[in-house]
C-alpha cells in the first residue's frame, strides 16, 4: 500500500479513504484482512493510535469488524454497504458539481456519453 500524505486532510481520514478505495477497487474483498495496525505503523511511521482511528471508523461504518487476536476483516455484505454510501456521497456533494460545470462548458449528459462511447472527447 503506497501512500503519500497531504496536509489537506487527517492522516487518518487519507488511510481510511486508502482502505475504501483499496475495497472499491477490489483490492480487498469480503473475508479479507486489512494490513495490520503494526504493519502499517512500521511500514509508514505513524503512531498506531492513528491507523486504530481509521480502522475504528470502518468498524462504525460496519465495512470491516474486528476479530480478537486476528485483525480486522472486511465483512459480507460491507462492499456492497460501501458501495451504496459511496455513492450516495458522489451524488449528494460531488455531483451537482459536475452538474454546473457540464452546464458551463455546454454538455449533457446524453451528449457526453455519446462523445466518451465513441473514444473522442
Known amino acids: 500500500m503506497a501512500i503519500t500524505w497531504n496536509d489537506n486532510a487527517p492522516i487518518y481520514r487519507q488511510l481510511k479513504e486508502r482502505v475504501v478505495m483499496m475495497i472499491l477497487d477490489g483490492s480487498l474483498k469480503a473475508g479479507d484482512a486489512l494490513p495490520s495496525v503494526r504493519q502499517i505503523a512500521a511500514d509508514f511511521q505513524l503512531n498506531p493510535i492513528t491507523i486504530s482511528r481509521a480502522y475504528q471508523e470502518l468498524v462504525d461504518e460496519n465495512i470491516v469488524e474486528k476479530r480478537r487476536g486476528l485483525g480486522m476483516y472486511v465483512i459480507e455484505g460491507g462492499v456492497e454497504q460501501l458501495l ?28 457526453l456519453a455519446q462523445i466518451t462511447s465513441k473514444g473522442k472527447l
Open 84 to 111: 451504496a454510501s459511496e455513492r450516495e456521497r458522489f451524488i449528494r456533494d460531488e455531483w451537482p458539481t459536475v452538474l454546473a460545470r457540464m452546464a458551463r462548458l455546454g454538455l449533457d449528459v446524453e451528449m
